[in-house]
């Protein structure tokens, strides 16, 4: 009876992590689009403060403090609370990290504790990353390299739940068979949404998102002009600040055409995926049923944000789409992985 009421606290805790994880990655998408990422150009703090300046001697001296940075104040409050939310994820993990190796003392089943652990010191790595990402003046390589350890925070919470919930598919001999053929294409898909997830980042922080205004053409051209060298030169110079990106046009227009060309990747891959799904039918069907409607959510959502020019609140629904689409896949994972016959 304690160790039931173990994994139910450890679930519950873990599935409030996940709420707040995936409000983070939001606020950071939200962050990021509205250009305020160097809404403060000091760190942990903005302008010295433990909130942001906004009376006037504030202001003023925050400005004589930091004189080439002036206040915006539209800009140091979506930083700061992006940081307190994520502050606040991170003491949420330190929680349930310390409850699951205390619990896993006294537990005859195993704790996943390790599972908790790498996610502590995961969020630790997050918070030296976003540092970097201020310090740095919106490098890239940092940026990109940030917003992936958001989602894989994001995606190691949702699979801790999962596991701490206990919950299995209990399918026939015939649909095991078919669940267990269909775990290559479940890997596949998950590892093309990871790298698309990444080259997502990699547009964003290199401002590409509007390098091609037509759809499904770019420039009027099915194959238009690109530097893919410059476009994807890891080793670029860091500084002196990327707001509003350093790249030239063919540069940008290639990370554009490859976020494109890996959403088609992964929206084939996915349907597929999902097709398969749904010919297994029973408790499988609901998943495969909502990989097609996020999945299409997804690919109206990235047109959308080409055509109407990347309307704010348009573009921050993608990355969280991006977001959702990449835990269904992993709760896929986790179902098809732990399914039993009879």
């Keep these: 009876m304690d160790q039931q009421k173990t994994f139910i606290w450890g679930y519950r805790l873990a599935l409030w992590a996940t709420a707040l994880a995936c409000v983070v990655v939001v606020l950071g998408a939200f962050t990021r689009l509205s250009d305020a990422g160097l809404g403060c150009p000091d760190w942990p703090g903005c302008y010295g403060h433990l909130t942001w300046p906004t009376t006037h001697e504030h202001v003023v001296a925050a400005e004589a403090l930091f004189p080439e940075a002036p206040v915006e104040h539209d800009k140091t409050w979506p930083e700061m609370v992006h940081r307190y939310f994520a502050g606040g994820l991170g003491l949420l993990i330190l929680a349930l990290c310390a409850l699951t190796w205390w619990r896993s003392q006294t537990c005859s089943e195993q704790l996943p504790k390790w599972h908790a652990l790498g996610l502590l010191v995961l969020v630790v790595v997050q918070a030296a990353f976003g540092m970097w990402t201020v310090t740095l003046k919106l490098w890239p390589q940092v940026v990109t390299a940030h917003l992936l350890g958001g989602f894989a925070t994001l995606s190691l919470l949702w699979l801790l739940s999962l596991r701490l919930g206990q919950k299995r598919w209990q399918l026939s001999a015939h649909s095991y068979a078919r669940c267990q053929r269909l775990r290559p294409l479940i890997v596949v898909s998950v590892l093309l949404l990871i790298v698309q997830v990444a080259l ?17 053409t770019c ?34 227009t290639a990370i554009h055409m490859a976020h494109r060309l890996g959403a088609l990747a992964v929206t084939l891959s996915v349907l597929l995926l999902a097709l398969r799904v ?24 990235g047109i959308t ?6 309307p704010l609140s348009v573009a921050v629904a993608h990355n969280a789409g991006g977001a959702l689409l990449l835990l269904v896949l992993l709760t896929l994972t986790q179902r098809a992985y732990t399914a039993q016959s009879g």
């Design 200 to 216: 997502g980042g990699w547009t964003s922080s290199n401002y590409a998102a509007l390098a091609c205004s037509d759809f499904p």
């Design 278 to 301: 749904l010919q297994i039918g029973g408790q499988a069907k609901p998943i495969g049923l909502l990989l097609l409607a996020v999945l299409a959510l997804q690919v109206g959502l």
């Design 219 to 252: 420039h009027g051209q099915w194959w238009p002009a690109m530097d893919v060298a410059r476009g994807f030169n890891l080793a670029q110079h860091i500084g002196p600040n990327y707001l509003g990106g350093l790249l030239e046009g063919e540069a940008r």
């Design 305 to 310: 944000n080409v055509l109407a020019q990347l």
